[in-house]
């Protein structure tokens, strides 16, 4: 029975020559190798292979040629599982290949240390599981954290906004958290302003909170 084919792309003619002959010795089918994007292209639109092992950043810039190369891979030819096997993390990029849902993977090269973790994730890869680097989840996590407008809001204020979401008036908030009107009114203030949404003449600030709550959850 043929194994998984695959085929690779890695600039670095040592790695990609070594990871070529692990997986064909562990039973893979590696039916071409490149590297560089526009060579990986042309492999995958040839072979139509089961996995295609990528790297970020490869000739000509070395910049994200390799994730490029994925996006066209995931468009193109959506039956091959992709693999990103880089040295970098590269949040917003692996965040566009890792929407696709299934069949994909992104693993930092210096965190794999066992062989057999590493062919077994490349199996349940290809047979449409999605595997992510606990580095890069706690990159995402720090990068949603750094992006999410609400955190600088205290606990009180999330409560606040919370309620304005759900329609009430200021009164309301006041009645359903036993304060003053005036208490709710200071921290309607505060969230605005932390918010960074200024007094205009065409939009409604309160409104456009509550966009942002909304949006954030």
Same mark, same amino acid.
């Given at each position: 029975?043929?194994?998984?084919?695959?085929?690779?792309?890695?600039?670095?003619?040592?790695?990609?020559?070594?990871?070529?002959?692990?997986?064909?010795?562990?039973?893979?089918?590696?039916?071409?190798?490149?590297?560089?994007?526009?060579?990986?292209?042309?492999?995958? &639109?040839?072979?139509?292979?089961?996995?295609?092992? *990528?790297?970020?950043?490869?000739?000509?810039?070395?910049?994200? @040629?390799?994730?490029?190369?994925?996006?066209?891979?995931?468009? @193109?030819?959506?039956?091959?599982?992709?693999?990103?096997?880089?040295?970098?993390?590269?949040?917003?990029?692996?965040?566009?290949?890792?929407?696709?849902?299934?069949?994909?993977?992104?693993?930092? !090269?210096?965190?794999?240390?066992?062989?057999?973790?590493?062919?077994?994730?490349?199996?349940?890869?290809?047979?449409?599981?999605?595997?992510?680097?606990?580095?890069? *989840?706690?990159?995402?996590?720090?990068? &949603?954290?750094?992006?999410?407008?609400?955190?600088?809001?205290?606990?009180?204020?999330?409560? *606040?906004?919370?309620?304005?979401?759900?329609?009430?008036?200021?009164?309301?908030?006041?009645?359903?958290?036993?304060?003053?009107?005036?208490?709710?009114? !200071?921290? *309607? &203030?505060?969230?605005?302003? !932390?918010?960074?949404?200024?007094?205009?003449?065409?939009?409604?600030?309160?409104?456009?909170?509550?966009?942002?709550?909304?949006?954030?959850?």
């Amino acid at each position: 029975m043929t194994g998984t084919r695959v085929v690779l792309a890695d600039d670095d003619v040592l790695l990609r020559e070594g990871l070529s002959s692990l997986l064909t010795r562990s039973g893979f089918d590696v039916v071409g190798a490149a590297g560089d994007g526009r060579d990986l292209l042309d492999l995958v &639109r040839r072979q139509r292979p089961d996995l295609a092992i *990528v790297d970020i950043r490869m000739p000509p810039d070395h910049h994200t @040629e390799g994730l490029d190369a994925a996006a066209v891979i995931r468009r @193109e030819v959506p039956e091959t599982a992709i693999l990103v096997l880089s040295a970098h993390v590269d949040v917003d990029h692996a965040m566009e290949l890792l929407s696709g849902g299934r069949s994909v993977g992104y693993l930092l !090269k210096t965190r794999v240390t066992d062989v057999d973790d590493f062919l077994t994730t490349l199996h349940r890869i290809a047979d449409g599981a999605s595997v992510v680097d606990p580095a890069l *989840v706690q990159e995402l996590v720090s990068a &949603r954290r750094r992006n999410d407008p609400l955190a600088a809001l205290s606990g009180r204020e999330h409560e *606040v906004l919370t309620l304005m979401a759900e329609g009430l008036s200021n009164g309301g908030i006041a009645r359903r958290l036993f304060v003053t009107e005036g208490t709710v009114e !200071k921290h *309607v &203030r505060s969230i605005l302003t !932390k918010l960074d949404l200024p007094e205009t003449g065409d939009d409604h600030r309160r409104v456009r909170a509550v966009i942002m709550y909304l949006e954030s959850r």
